[in-house]
């Protein structure tokens, strides 16, 4: 395999990401030296459980280790949370469409890497003890505590589940402008969209539309 100079996977699920991912920590961190990569990013779904691990190996290994996650997002997740499942079941009958989304934030240095330890611990905290909801994680961050931990992260635009792929997918062209504007504004020059190669004809929409 040849690996472009300089090239860093940023989006990557580990042994971490339950169902989502495999590869060990120190295996992953041997390949990216292997392939000549400066850097690689773990971004475990809605947690960083691996970050220790993570560094330990990418500093014997050389390797820059670069910190993140996949988060689940829901805009007013607090809000449904409080409705309780039986007005969350009622209103996803209603309304089919996606109640949450998923994108990936990047910690830029220490200061971000504390401020998504704080995201994702206070999102984990934030149902504890509440009945599972219908058609929603059981731990998701919302538009306000996204907005309180958010300086020093970069933010990726996510896959198929992203918040932008979903306005794409059902051809909402005047929310899709205006649901990038928002994320513009919220994380300036550290919002990126992010362009996946998987095969999937769904994926190949998305990444024209984004490119």
């Known amino acids: 395999t040849v690996t472009p100079p300089n090239f860093v996977h940023l989006h990557v699920h580990t042994q971490y990401s339950l169902l989502q ?13 292997q392939l000549g990569m400066p850097a690689v990013a773990i971004t475990d779904a809605h947690n960083l459980f691996g970050a220790i691990d993570f560094y330990l190996e990418a500093k014997k290994a050389g390797v820059q280790p670069i910190f993140g996650c996949e988060v689940n997002y829901c805009s007013d997740g607090r809000a449904q949370w409080s409705q309780g499942a039986a007005a969350a079941k009622a209103a996803m009958v209603q309304n089919p469409r996606p109640r949450f989304f998923q994108f990936v934030l990047l910690a830029k240095n220490l200061e971000g890497y504390r401020n998504l330890c704080e995201l994702v611990s206070e999102s984990w905290l934030a149902t504890r003890g509440q ?9 998701t961050i919302d538009r306000s505590m996204l907005l309180k931990y958010r300086e020093h992260l970069v933010c990726l635009s996510g896959g198929l589940r992203g918040p932008l792929s979903s306005r794409i997918l059902f051809q909402e062209e005047d929310e899709l402008v205006q649901e990038a504007l928002e994320f513009k504004e919220w994380f ?19 990444n024209t539309r984004l490119w």
Do not use: H, N, S
């Open 188 to 206: 300036g020059e550290d919002f990126y969209f992010e362009l996946q190669d998987t095969g999937i004809p769904e994926q190949e929409q998305i």
């Open 131 to 139: 009945k599972p909801i219908p058609g929603m994680p059981a731990v």
């Open 21 to 33: 991912g495999a590869i060990p920590v120190d295996t992953l961190v041997q390949r990216a030296k």
